[in-house]
């Protein structure tokens, strides 16, 4: 399977280029450098075990050889308390949200097999993911927090987290940060003369 939409180093490339303006090459520029030690601000280390074996059956990056740290990037926007301004009425404040789910994950590891949910192998993570989702799931979490919903706010992030990150944009072949000169080419299937090719057409 072809691992880059865009040719590898084409991200790096264009956040250092004119074509990108100041403030985004700031934030983004920086997200190509390695995490270093991973140390959560908002989840204890149990509950981060637990999400990270969330994020890679949510999320599987078997294919990468450098995977994009989704909880680490979901530890830090709740660190920062950001948010998108919204959240549904039934559910609590995202910190709360993901921390009661976490347990939840837990607990039901604990009801349907014996075990947390992180010691479980991926097909029995999954059985009780689809539990999440359907709201379905066992435990004394789940029958106060919605799990359908969390399952719905949980994917959101994860996606949110992932496609924030420019080689997972490089691999789907969007440069659409890349605005400081504005575009002229709207209409469909064109291009700027600046714009990266993807790699088939390079060896068109």
Known sequence: MQSNYYPPGTMRDLLQSALVTEKTRAELL????????????????HAFRTLRAACARIIPQVDRADP??????????LAAGLGDGWRYGT???D???????????????QALFGADFATLDGARQDEILRAVQR?????VTWAALPGGRYFEELLAELVE??????????????VGMADAWGWQQIGLDQLEPWEPRAVDDAHA
């Open 91 to 93: 559910m609590p404040p």
């Open 30 to 45: 920086p997200r190509l450098e390695p995490d270093g030690e991973v140390i959560p601000r908002v989840f204890d280390i």
């Open 68 to 77: 994009v740290e989704l909880a680490l990037r979901l530890d830090e926007r």
């Open 95 to 109: 910190t709360e949200a993901h921390r009661r789910g976490l347990v939840g994950l837990d607990e039901s590891g």
């Open 161 to 174: 987290c992932y496609y924030s990150h420019p080689l997972s944009l490089e691999e789907i072949g969007y």
């Open 135 to 139: 709201g379905e799931a066992p435990g």
